[in-house]
Each structure stands twice: as structure tokens, then as C-alpha cells.
């Protein structure tokens, strides 16, 4: 694949995923709650059989933790307006600020650690960002196309 070695990939981006993901937490939420609500800033409202195909979670499952984050103010269920029998689950603005938290507390660790690296490594993550990003792209095209 033109010098790329897709299982070198593969083991790096798991390696960097186990220590990511764990990263403290200003608010001790579960991986599949931050990962519902990563899906509704990065998405938009989705409805319940949406997050059950991309968070990987039984829809019984899914249900009882929308309904927890429901409870606790962090998404909300409204009337989907293309189809009044479906409804989709909204990111409020308390969703939004916890997942802010999150992502400003990752930034904070991870700074320290960057500043660590060569200029060159740094040079070699910036410049892979780009196709990084556009293989998440293609993964979610991919993915909804499931």
C-alpha cells in the first residue's frame, strides 16, 4: 500500500487508543457515554437505531443509558421532524459542556507529552493529521453505508 504498512498502523493507533481513552476525566463517565456523546457533537441528533449501529451497544443497552443521560441533562429526545413516529437524541448544552470538559482535560495531558517529542516527531504527526483525518472520514462513509 505504497510504503504504508497497515498492520504498523494498526498497532499504533491501538497503542495510542488504550492510553487516550484512559486519560482521568474531569467527570467519571463511562467510555460508551462519552463515546454517545462525542457521536452527537461530531453527527448531529441521531435516533436510537443510528447510536446502536455506531456505538456497537444492544439497542435494549442503548435505551437505559439515554435515559440515564436523560436524567442527568446531557442529551434529550425530540419528535424527529422528517418521521413524527421516530425520535432523535439531542446533545443539550450540559452534553456539550461535559464533553468540552473531556476534550479541553485530554489537551492538557497530552501537551506535556507532545512538548516531549523531537520537532521532528511533532513535524511527522502534523503532517499525518490531514490523511488521518480523511481516513476517519472514509470509515464513517463507510459505516453508514453498513
Same mark, same amino acid.
Given at each position: 500500500m505504497?510504503?504504508?504498512?497497515?498492520?504498523?498502523?494498526? &498497532?499504533?493507533i *491501538?497503542?495510542?487508543n488504550?492510553?487516550?481513552?484512559r486519560?482521568?476525566?474531569?467527570?467519571? #463517565?463511562?467510555?460508551? &457515554?462519552?463515546?454517545?456523546?462525542?457521536? #452527537? /457533537?461530531?453527527?448531529?441528533?441521531?435516533?436510537? &437505531?443510528e447510536l446502536v449501529? &455506531?456505538?456497537?451497544?444492544?439497542?435494549?443497552?442503548?435505551?437505559?443509558l439515554?435515559?440515564?443521560? *436523560?436524567r442527568?441533562?446531557? /442529551?434529550?429526545?425530540?419528535?424527529?421532524?422528517?418521521?413524527?413516529?421516530? /425520535?432523535? /437524541?439531542?446533545? $443539550?448544552?450540559a452534553?456539550r %459542556?461535559?464533553?468540552?470538559?473531556?476534550?479541553?482535560e485530554?489537551?492538557?495531558?497530552?501537551?506535556?507529552?507532545? %512538548?516531549?517529542? $523531537?520537532?521532528?516527531?511533532?513535524?511527522?504527526i502534523?503532517? %499525518?493529521?490531514?490523511a488521518? $483525518?480523511?481516513?476517519? *472520514?472514509?470509515?464513517?462513509e463507510?459505516?453508514?453505508?453498513?
Open positions: 505504497g510504503g504504508l504498512n497497515v498492520v504498523d498502523l494498526t &498497532t499504533a *491501538e497503542n495510542f488504550r492510553y487516550y481513552i486519560l482521568p476525566s474531569v467527570q467519571q #463517565l463511562s467510555f460508551t &457515554t462519552l463515546s454517545v456523546l462525542d457521536a #452527537l /457533537v461530531s453527527g448531529g441528533p441521531k435516533r436510537l &437505531t449501529k &455506531t456505538e456497537q451497544i444492544s439497542q435494549p443497552g442503548l435505551t437505559q439515554v435515559t440515564r443521560l *436523560e442527568d441533562g446531557l /442529551v434529550e429526545r425530540r419528535p424527529d421532524p422528517a418521521d413524527g413516529r421516530a /425520535v432523535l /437524541v439531542h446533545l $443539550t448544552e452534553g %459542556a461535559v464533553r468540552q470538559a473531556r476534550q479541553d485530554r489537551e492538557r495531558r497530552l501537551a506535556p507529552l507532545i %512538548a516531549r517529542l $523531537t520537532p521532528g516527531e511533532r513535524e511527522a502534523a503532517s %499525518a493529521l490531514p488521518l $483525518t480523511r481516513l476517519a *472520514e472514509l470509515g464513517a463507510a459505516e453508514a453505508q453498513a
